[in-house]
C-alpha cells in the first residue's frame, strides 16, 4: 500500500509517500480502505517531535473510508459498510487496520472528508458535555471557542440534547 511515512521529526517537508507493507489485521480488527484523512494538531505535533518507535513511521488519527476485510472475532460490522476511525497513528496510508471499536458508521448522504473530521471534535465535546459535565436537557452551557471544531460540535450536542447554549469567540466576526 501507499503510505505518508517519516523517517525524523520536522515539518511537512520530511513526509515520504512510500510504499509500505500493508497492515496486519488482528481478529477484532476491521481493514480499511481510506478514501479521505482528516490532519489534527496531535499529527503535527508528533511528526514534529518525530517517531516514537520504529520508522517509517505512518502518523494520522482520523480516516473515513469502506471496509474491505474484518477481523475473524467482529460482529458489529461488515465489509462495504462506509466507517470514520479514530487512532494513534495508521491513517495517512490508502489502507488503515483498526480495532471494530474504534470505527463508526457515517450515512451515506455524509462525504468521506466530512467522515473523516468528526471524531475528535464530537468525541471531545460529547465527552465534556455529558461524560463529566453531566449536561441535560434545560440546562444553560457556555462553550468557549465556540466557533472552532470542537465549539461548534459542541453547541450542536448541546442544542440536541435540548440545552440553551451561550457561546464565546475571539472577535464578532467569528460568532
Known amino acids: ?23 496486519q489485521v488482528g481478529p477484532h480488527d476491521v481493514l480499511v480502505e481510506v478514501q479521505a484523512i482528516s490532519i489534527e494538531g496531535g499529527d503535527v505535533l508528533a511528526r514534529a517531535a518525530g517517531p516514537a518507535g520504529p520508522t517509517p513511521h505512518c502518523g494520522g ?13 467482529v460482529t458489529d460490522r461488515k465489509v462495504g459498510e462506509r466507517v470514520t476511525t479514530a487512532n494513534v497513528g495508521g491513517s495517512h496510508a490508502s489502507l488503515r487496520a483498526d480495532n471494530s471499536r474504534s470505527a463508526w458508521p457515517i450515512p451515506d448522504d455524509m462525504t468521506f472528508e466530512t467522515g473523516a473530521c468528526i471524531p475528535i471534535p464530537f468525541g471531545t465535546a460529547d465527552d465534556c458535555l455529558f461524560e463529566f459535565g453531566r449536561l441535560v436537557k434545560g440546562e444553560t452551557v457556555l462553550i468557549h471557542a465556540g466557533a472552532s471544531g470542537t465549539g461548534l460540535a459542541g453547541i450542536q450536542l448541546a442544542k440536541r440534547a435540548g440545552a440553551r447554549v451561550l457561546a464565546t469567540a475571539s472577535s464578532d466576526e467569528r460568532l
Do not use: C, F, N, W
Open 1 to 23: 500500500m501507499k503510505a505518508a511515512v517519516y523517517y525524523e521529526g520536522g515539518g511537512p517537508e520530511v513526509l515520504r509517500y512510500e510504499e509500505v507493507p500493508d497492515p
Open 61 to 73: 488519527y482520523l480516516a473515513a473510508g469502506v471496509i474491505v476485510e474484518v477481523g475473524t472475532s
